[in-house]
Protein backbone atom coordinates (compact mmCIF):
# COMPACT_ATOMS: atom_id res chain seq x y z
CA UNK A 1 0.00 0.00 0.00
CA UNK A 2 2.86 2.08 0.74
CA UNK A 3 4.67 1.54 -2.24
CA UNK A 4 1.53 2.20 -4.11
CA UNK A 5 0.87 5.48 -2.37
CA UNK A 6 4.86 6.36 -2.46
CA UNK A 7 4.76 5.66 -6.59
CA UNK A 8 1.34 8.10 -7.03
CA UNK A 9 2.42 10.91 -5.38
CA UNK A 10 5.58 9.94 -7.39
CA UNK A 11 4.36 9.89 -10.89
CA UNK A 12 2.88 12.94 -9.51
CA UNK A 13 5.47 15.37 -8.94
CA UNK A 14 6.59 14.02 -11.88
CA UNK A 15 3.36 14.42 -14.33
CA UNK A 16 3.23 18.01 -13.05
CA UNK A 17 6.63 19.14 -14.24
CA UNK A 18 5.34 18.74 -17.70
CA UNK A 19 3.74 21.73 -18.42
CA UNK A 20 0.31 21.23 -20.12
CA UNK A 21 0.90 23.55 -23.25
CA UNK A 22 -2.72 25.04 -22.96
CA UNK A 23 -2.79 25.63 -19.63
CA UNK A 24 0.60 27.82 -20.59
CA UNK A 25 -0.75 29.64 -23.41
CA UNK A 26 -4.13 30.57 -21.01
CA UNK A 27 -1.28 32.04 -18.25
CA UNK A 28 -1.97 35.34 -19.68
CA UNK A 29 0.14 37.53 -17.01
CA UNK A 30 1.57 39.67 -19.49
CA UNK A 31 -1.80 41.38 -20.47
CA UNK A 32 -2.02 44.89 -19.48
CA UNK A 33 -5.78 45.11 -19.26
CA UNK A 34 -7.29 43.42 -16.22
CA UNK A 35 -9.93 40.96 -18.07
CA UNK A 36 -9.93 37.19 -18.34
CA UNK A 37 -10.36 35.75 -21.50
CA UNK A 38 -10.84 32.41 -20.26
CA UNK A 39 -10.56 31.48 -17.03
CA UNK A 40 -6.94 30.68 -15.98
CA UNK A 41 -5.39 29.15 -12.90
CA UNK A 42 -1.42 28.99 -12.44
CA UNK A 43 -1.45 27.18 -9.10
CA UNK A 44 -1.03 23.90 -10.63
CA UNK A 45 2.14 25.20 -12.39
CA UNK A 46 3.62 27.32 -9.35
CA UNK A 47 3.54 24.02 -7.43
CA UNK A 48 5.18 21.82 -9.85
CA UNK A 49 7.99 24.24 -9.73
CA UNK A 50 8.45 24.91 -6.00
CA UNK A 51 8.21 20.60 -5.67
CA UNK A 52 11.10 20.51 -8.53
CA UNK A 53 13.12 23.11 -6.56
CA UNK A 54 12.04 22.30 -2.66
CA UNK A 55 13.62 18.73 -1.22
CA UNK A 56 11.79 19.53 1.85
CA UNK A 57 8.43 20.62 0.44
CA UNK A 58 8.63 17.41 -2.18
CA UNK A 59 8.78 15.03 1.06
CA UNK A 60 6.05 16.83 2.73
CA UNK A 61 4.10 16.40 -0.55
CA UNK A 62 4.43 12.74 -0.58
CA UNK A 63 3.55 12.70 3.44
CA UNK A 64 0.51 14.33 2.81
CA UNK A 65 -0.62 12.10 -0.09
CA UNK A 66 0.26 8.73 1.81
CA UNK A 67 -1.79 10.54 4.76
CA UNK A 68 -4.74 11.22 2.56
CA UNK A 69 -4.51 8.26 0.63
CA UNK A 70 -4.79 6.52 4.26
CA UNK A 71 -7.76 8.48 5.36
CA UNK A 72 -9.72 7.43 2.48
CA UNK A 73 -8.93 3.89 2.30
CA UNK A 74 -10.20 4.08 5.67
CA UNK A 75 -13.28 5.09 5.27
CA UNK A 76 -12.73 7.57 7.67
CA UNK A 77 -14.74 10.83 8.12
CA UNK A 78 -13.59 14.02 10.44
CA UNK A 79 -14.79 12.61 13.95
CA UNK A 80 -15.96 15.59 15.70
CA UNK A 81 -18.07 17.62 12.82
CA UNK A 82 -17.62 20.49 11.16
CA UNK A 83 -14.42 22.51 10.41
CA UNK A 84 -14.80 26.04 10.61
CA UNK A 85 -11.52 27.76 8.71
CA UNK A 86 -10.96 31.42 10.42
CA UNK A 87 -10.39 33.83 7.70
CA UNK A 88 -8.09 36.82 7.07
CA UNK A 89 -8.65 38.95 3.94
CA UNK A 90 -5.86 41.01 2.87
CA UNK A 91 -7.22 43.79 0.56
CA UNK A 92 -4.39 45.80 -1.56
CA UNK A 93 -6.14 48.35 -3.51
CA UNK A 94 -5.24 51.28 -5.96
CA UNK A 95 -8.66 52.49 -7.14
CA UNK A 96 -11.97 52.12 -4.53
CA UNK A 97 -12.99 50.06 -6.73
CA UNK A 98 -10.54 47.71 -5.84
CA UNK A 99 -11.16 48.83 -1.92
CA UNK A 100 -14.00 46.14 -1.98
CA UNK A 101 -16.74 46.50 0.89
CA UNK A 102 -17.01 44.25 4.35
CA UNK A 103 -20.41 43.76 2.39
CA UNK A 104 -18.54 42.45 -0.98
CA UNK A 105 -16.30 40.42 1.70
CA UNK A 106 -19.12 38.77 3.64
CA UNK A 107 -20.93 38.04 0.07
CA UNK A 108 -17.69 35.45 -0.72
CA UNK A 109 -17.47 34.37 2.71
CA UNK A 110 -20.98 33.33 2.07
CA UNK A 111 -20.63 31.72 -1.31
CA UNK A 112 -17.65 29.68 0.09
CA UNK A 113 -20.10 28.25 3.17
CA UNK A 114 -22.73 27.68 0.78
CA UNK A 115 -20.68 25.76 -2.04
CA UNK A 116 -18.40 23.98 0.89
CA UNK A 117 -21.83 23.24 2.20
CA UNK A 118 -23.57 22.13 -0.36
CA UNK A 119 -26.27 24.15 -0.14
CA UNK A 120 -25.52 26.13 -2.83
CA UNK A 121 -29.44 26.61 -4.74
CA UNK A 122 -27.72 25.68 -7.87
CA UNK A 123 -26.79 22.45 -6.53
CA UNK A 124 -30.54 21.34 -8.10
CA UNK A 125 -28.71 21.53 -11.86
CA UNK A 126 -26.38 18.24 -10.97
CA UNK A 127 -27.35 15.66 -13.52
CA UNK A 128 -28.93 13.04 -11.99
CA UNK A 129 -25.80 11.27 -12.99
CA UNK A 130 -23.54 12.93 -10.65
CA UNK A 131 -26.11 13.21 -7.88
CA UNK A 132 -24.82 9.77 -6.80
CA UNK A 133 -21.30 11.23 -5.81
CA UNK A 134 -21.89 14.67 -5.31
CA UNK A 135 -20.51 16.07 -2.36
CA UNK A 136 -23.01 17.03 -0.18
CA UNK A 137 -21.83 18.73 2.74
CA UNK A 138 -18.03 18.86 3.04
CA UNK A 139 -17.94 19.53 6.61
CA UNK A 140 -16.39 22.63 6.03
CA UNK A 141 -17.13 26.22 6.58
CA UNK A 142 -15.41 30.11 6.62
CA UNK A 143 -15.93 32.56 8.94
CA UNK A 144 -14.27 35.76 8.58
CA UNK A 145 -11.50 36.73 11.54
CA UNK A 146 -10.17 40.16 10.60
CA UNK A 147 -10.14 42.34 6.83
CA UNK A 148 -6.52 43.94 6.55
CA UNK A 149 -6.28 46.97 3.72
CA UNK A 150 -3.83 48.70 2.43
CA UNK A 151 -3.42 51.25 -0.42
CA UNK A 152 -0.86 50.72 -3.16
CA UNK A 153 0.52 52.65 -6.08
CA UNK A 154 1.33 48.84 -7.95
CA UNK A 155 -1.10 48.36 -11.44
CA UNK A 156 -0.09 45.03 -11.50
CA UNK A 157 0.41 41.47 -10.01
CA UNK A 158 2.15 38.52 -10.63
CA UNK A 159 2.03 35.10 -8.91
CA UNK A 160 5.39 35.98 -7.37
CA UNK A 161 3.66 36.70 -4.47
CA UNK A 162 4.92 40.02 -4.08
CA UNK A 163 1.36 40.68 -2.34
CA UNK A 164 2.35 38.58 0.37
CA UNK A 165 5.27 40.33 2.27
CA UNK A 166 5.29 43.91 3.39
CA UNK A 167 8.33 44.41 1.96
CA UNK A 168 7.69 44.07 -1.64
CA UNK A 169 4.22 46.15 -1.06
CA UNK A 170 1.89 43.34 -0.01
CA UNK A 171 0.63 42.70 3.70
CA UNK A 172 2.31 39.58 5.31
CA UNK A 173 0.21 36.67 6.39
CA UNK A 174 -1.41 36.79 9.74
CA UNK A 175 -0.48 33.26 11.36
CA UNK A 176 -0.55 31.44 7.95
CA UNK A 177 -0.34 28.23 9.70
CA UNK A 178 -4.15 29.15 11.59
CA UNK A 179 -6.07 31.17 9.82
CA UNK A 180 -6.78 30.82 5.96
CA UNK A 181 -5.28 34.21 4.71
CA UNK A 182 -6.62 35.88 1.36
CA UNK A 183 -5.01 38.08 -0.88
CA UNK A 184 -7.16 40.41 -3.13
CA UNK A 185 -5.97 42.56 -5.62
CA UNK A 186 -6.32 44.62 -8.46
CA UNK A 187 -4.74 43.03 -11.33
CA UNK A 188 -3.16 40.17 -12.65
CA UNK A 189 -3.85 40.57 -15.91
CA UNK A 190 -5.38 37.33 -17.49
CA UNK A 191 -4.92 35.34 -14.30
CA UNK A 192 -8.06 35.10 -11.68
CA UNK A 193 -6.78 33.99 -8.43
CA UNK A 194 -4.02 31.59 -7.27
CA UNK A 195 -3.67 28.96 -4.40
CA UNK A 196 -0.52 26.98 -2.05
CA UNK A 197 -0.93 23.40 -1.82
CA UNK A 198 -0.93 21.76 1.79
CA UNK A 199 2.37 21.30 1.37
CA UNK A 200 2.53 25.15 1.80
CA UNK A 201 0.69 24.85 5.23
CA UNK A 202 2.29 27.78 7.48
CA UNK A 203 4.41 29.36 5.48
CA UNK A 204 4.99 32.98 4.51
CA UNK A 205 2.88 32.72 1.19
CA UNK A 206 0.51 30.08 2.45
CA UNK A 207 -3.27 30.94 1.36
CA UNK A 208 -4.97 31.64 -2.12
CA UNK A 209 -5.21 35.31 -3.90
CA UNK A 210 -7.84 36.75 -5.97
CA UNK A 211 -8.19 39.45 -8.33
CA UNK A 212 -10.54 41.93 -7.18
CA UNK A 213 -13.07 41.75 -10.65
CA UNK A 214 -13.53 38.16 -9.57
CA UNK A 215 -14.22 38.46 -5.85
CA UNK A 216 -17.89 38.13 -4.29
CA UNK A 217 -20.66 38.51 -6.66
CA UNK A 218 -21.51 42.71 -6.06
CA UNK A 219 -19.47 44.98 -8.86
CA UNK A 220 -17.60 41.56 -9.86
CA UNK A 221 -17.11 40.74 -13.50
CA UNK A 222 -19.11 38.49 -15.84
CA UNK A 223 -18.82 35.73 -16.09
CA UNK A 224 -16.87 35.32 -12.83
CA UNK A 225 -19.19 36.70 -10.94
CA UNK A 226 -20.55 34.62 -8.52
CA UNK A 227 -17.66 33.68 -6.17
CA UNK A 228 -16.57 30.93 -7.79
CA UNK A 229 -13.10 32.11 -8.22
CA UNK A 230 -12.28 31.67 -4.09
CA UNK A 231 -14.20 28.38 -4.37
CA UNK A 232 -12.05 27.12 -6.92
CA UNK A 233 -8.87 28.41 -5.25
CA UNK A 234 -9.72 27.14 -1.71
CA UNK A 235 -9.98 23.65 -3.62
CA UNK A 236 -6.60 23.75 -4.41
CA UNK A 237 -5.63 25.49 -0.62
CA UNK A 238 -7.77 21.75 0.48
CA UNK A 239 -5.54 19.88 -1.78
CA UNK A 240 -7.72 19.58 -4.83
CA UNK A 241 -6.50 19.49 -8.07
CA UNK A 242 -7.97 20.83 -11.63
CA UNK A 243 -10.27 17.76 -12.38
CA UNK A 244 -8.16 16.69 -15.92
CA UNK A 245 -5.48 16.54 -14.01
CA UNK A 246 -3.07 18.84 -15.69
CA UNK A 247 -2.68 16.49 -18.34
CA UNK A 248 -4.43 15.27 -21.20
CA UNK A 249 -6.79 12.23 -19.87
CA UNK A 250 -4.98 13.29 -16.86
CA UNK A 251 -5.58 12.02 -12.77
CA UNK A 252 -6.50 14.35 -10.29
CA UNK A 253 -6.89 12.04 -7.79
CA UNK A 254 -9.91 11.60 -7.14
CA UNK A 255 -12.00 7.78 -8.04
CA UNK A 256 -15.03 9.60 -8.92
CA UNK A 257 -14.32 12.11 -11.06
CA UNK A 258 -14.85 10.95 -14.43
CA UNK A 259 -11.28 10.87 -16.64
CA UNK A 260 -11.12 14.11 -19.22
CA UNK A 261 -9.40 15.11 -21.72
CA UNK A 262 -8.41 18.62 -20.79
CA UNK A 263 -10.31 21.74 -19.13
CA UNK A 264 -13.54 22.82 -19.88
CA UNK A 265 -14.50 26.45 -20.72
CA UNK A 266 -17.28 28.65 -20.84
CA UNK A 267 -20.79 27.07 -20.35
CA UNK A 268 -20.84 23.60 -21.63
CA UNK A 269 -24.05 21.30 -22.13
CA UNK A 270 -24.78 18.21 -20.63
CA UNK A 271 -23.73 15.90 -21.39
CA UNK A 272 -20.44 16.44 -23.02
CA UNK A 273 -18.55 13.19 -23.69
CA UNK A 274 -15.10 12.87 -23.57
CA UNK A 275 -12.46 9.55 -24.91
CA UNK A 276 -9.72 8.85 -22.53
CA UNK A 277 -7.97 5.36 -23.48
CA UNK A 278 -10.46 4.32 -25.51
CA UNK A 279 -13.31 4.78 -23.23
CA UNK A 280 -16.23 7.39 -23.72
CA UNK A 281 -17.40 8.60 -20.45
CA UNK A 282 -19.82 11.64 -19.35
CA UNK A 283 -17.56 14.29 -17.49
CA UNK A 284 -18.61 16.35 -14.93
CA UNK A 285 -17.35 19.71 -16.10
CA UNK A 286 -19.71 21.04 -13.67
CA UNK A 287 -16.93 20.37 -10.99
CA UNK A 288 -15.33 23.58 -9.16
CA UNK A 289 -12.03 22.33 -10.45
CA UNK A 290 -12.70 22.42 -13.93
CA UNK A 291 -12.41 25.82 -16.00
CA UNK A 292 -16.21 26.92 -17.16
CA UNK A 293 -17.92 30.02 -16.25
CA UNK A 294 -19.34 30.28 -12.42
CA UNK A 295 -22.75 29.79 -13.63
CA UNK A 296 -21.86 26.57 -14.77
CA UNK A 297 -20.05 24.86 -11.79
CA UNK A 298 -21.51 24.01 -9.06
CA UNK A 299 -20.41 20.56 -7.47
CA UNK A 300 -17.66 18.83 -5.49
CA UNK A 301 -17.75 15.36 -5.76
CA UNK A 302 -17.52 12.85 -2.66
CA UNK A 303 -13.92 11.82 -3.34
CA UNK A 304 -12.85 15.18 -3.13
CA UNK A 305 -14.71 15.86 0.06
CA UNK A 306 -12.71 13.15 1.24
CA UNK A 307 -9.24 14.81 -0.03
CA UNK A 308 -10.10 17.98 1.79
CA UNK A 309 -11.41 16.53 4.95
CA UNK A 310 -7.83 14.39 5.23
CA UNK A 311 -6.13 17.72 5.43
CA UNK A 312 -8.11 19.04 8.02
CA UNK A 313 -8.54 16.36 10.28
CA UNK A 314 -6.53 16.17 13.98
CA UNK A 315 -3.29 14.32 12.13
CA UNK A 316 -3.87 16.44 8.71
CA UNK A 317 -1.54 18.97 6.89
CA UNK A 318 -3.61 21.88 7.72
CA UNK A 319 -4.47 21.24 11.41
CA UNK A 320 -3.55 24.60 12.34
CA UNK A 321 -6.51 25.67 11.20
CA UNK A 322 -8.95 23.96 13.57
CA UNK A 323 -7.47 25.78 16.57
CA UNK A 324 -9.67 28.94 16.64
ZN1 LIG B 1 -6.95 26.04 -10.34
Redesign the pocket.
Known amino acids: MKKTVFYLAAAFVISACNHNPETETLADDNSTTNVAARRS?P??ELRAEMLKNDAAARERFINIEAGVQNFIATGKVLSDGTVDIPVVVNVLYRTSAENISDARIAEQIAVLNADFGGTNTDASKIPTEFSTVKAGDTKVRFHLIKTVRKSTTKTKWGTNDAMKKASTGGIDATSPANYFNLWVVGNMGGILGY?TFPESAGLWNDGVVIAAPYFGKTGATSPYNLGRTAT??VG?YLNLR?IWGDAACGNDLVADTPTQTGANYGKPTYPLYNTCSGTSRSVMFMNY?DYVDDASMFMFSAGQKARAQAVLTSSGARSGLRIY
Open positions: CSEAHEHHM
